[in-house]
């Protein structure tokens, strides 16, 4: 807890996100923690409102509403996540965070939306409310807020087969859908018809990427054996050896590919027939 008013604030920032990643371990600093929502360094406030959070400890909610009607926008959707994730049984301090953090993804600053996509994926909201506005925060998303939107919309479970359809159908948004589907991996086994599905008219790079999502699903994608065998048969570079993939972490399900997968023994492509046996 003395790191915690350590005079260098780059010290107090590393001792409060230590904390938080400690967890419900570190309750006994949660006193210093809260303290440190009165710094006046920014970077602190932001880094104590998160450690607090993680921390969950009851007792400093008080704390915390008081000092969520002050600062910048980031700090108030911080602070709303640490008091709706402190408050677990809280309610309707729950769905009031909600919208705020949900208002945050649409912000101009990248940290706002990053900030807010990681504290909706720990509240795990009705997906509806939320999903919509998730997508839209990935346009002009830097690397680190898109690994936040896709880990919370693979934490809120979004495997409706028509809306991961629609999401493949989007040029735009379909990377987007396969980061999530692999990110869930066999929990999204409902996304596997509209996977199939995309594989019609697909080009060559996104079949490609399909394959690689039906991986994922492992054995609960065992549908797509029938496509998976045909895309054996491709002269493509890297179809098939992706298709051999997808296969091989279906498992047993794709028994019905142990032909093909013969017949490619015989290739003058030394990858493919590794690929074959592997």
């Not at 997906?127 to 936040?148: C, F, K, Q």
């Amino acid at each position: 807890a003395k790191v915690v008013r350590d005079a260098k604030p780059e010290v107090r920032m590393q001792a409060l996100s230590a904390l938080g990643k400690i967890g419900p371990g570190a309750k006994q600093a949660s006193a210093a923690v809260a303290g440190a929502l009165k710094d006046k360094q920014r970077g602190v406030h932001y880094n104590a409102a998160y450690a607090l959070g993680m921390i969950g400890t009851a007792g400093q909610e008080d704390v915390l509403r008081a000092a969520a009607a002050q600062g910048d926008d980031l700090l108030k959707r911080i602070r709303a996540w640490a008091i709706a994730r402190t408050s677990r049984d809280d309610q309707a301090g729950r769905r009031a965070a909600v919208p705020l953090l949900v208002k945050a993804l649409r912000s101009g600053s990248p940290s706002i939306r990053g900030a807010a996509a990681h504290a909706l994926k720990d509240l795990k909201p009705d997906p509806d409310l939320v999903v919509p506005s998730l997508m839209e925060a990935t346009e002009g998303a830097d690397p680190i807020v898109m690994e936040n939107i896709v880990d919370a919309l693979a934490s809120l479970s979004i495997e409706s087969p028509e809306r991961v359809g629609v999401i493949l159908q989007s040029e735009h948004l379909r990377e987007l859908a396969l980061r999530v589907i692999v990110r869930m991996g066999p929990e999204a086994k409902k996304a596997v018809q509209p996977l199939i599905d995309a594989l019609e008219g697909a080009d060559a790079e996104f079949r490609h990427e399909i394959h690689l999502a039906l991986a994922a699903i492992g054995p609960n994608a065992a549908a797509a054996v029938p496509q998976l065998i045909e895309a054996l048969g491709s002269d493509v570079p890297g179809i098939c050896s992706s298709a051999c993939h997808a296969l091989h972490q279906i498992g047993p399900a794709a028994v019905d590919a142990v032909d093909a997968l013969y017949e490619n023994l015989d290739s003058k492509d030394e990858f493919m027939r590794l690929t074959s046996v592997w």
